[in-house]
Nanobody, 121 residues
């Protein structure tokens, strides 16, 4: 069974660059045709995908956040990480990591429980 677990700083100050990590168990992040995404949900709003890293390490970013977003991975730890620079209170949200397995479905099939990030001075 695949499990994803997010970890993050919780409370951050404006202009900081927090890092969030998704630890994956039950399968390697390098498994073919698997994509690993960061998705957030601000209070009272819908889900927004920030970006994705593929099994081969290719990254894709939301055009609206591309200038502030970086996704990387550590295959030795089976983790992938989100960095979001120059945060503002508008970046306050619950952040989720999720997986797509193109061999089974083009939609997210596994999600983490999410980690809250609050941006406040």
């Amino acid at each position: 069974q695949v499990r994803l677990q997010e970890s993050g700083p919780g409370l951050v100050k404006p202009s900081q660059t927090p890092s969030l990590t998704c630890s994956v168990s039950g399968g390697p992040v390098t498994a073919n045709y698997h994509y690993w995404s960061w998705v957030r949900q601000p209070p009272g709003k819908g889900l927004e995908c920030l970006g994705t890293i593929s099994w081969s390490g290719t990254t894709y970013y939301s055009p609206s956040l591309k200038s502030r977003t970086s996704i990387s991975r550590d295959t030795s730890k089976n983790q992938f990480t989100l960095q979001l620079s120059s945060v503002t209170p508008e970046d306050t949200a619950k952040y989720y990591c999720a997986r797509i397995d193109l061999l089974s479905t083009p939609d997210y099939d596994f999600w983490g429980q999410g980690t809250q990030v609050t941006v406040s001075s």
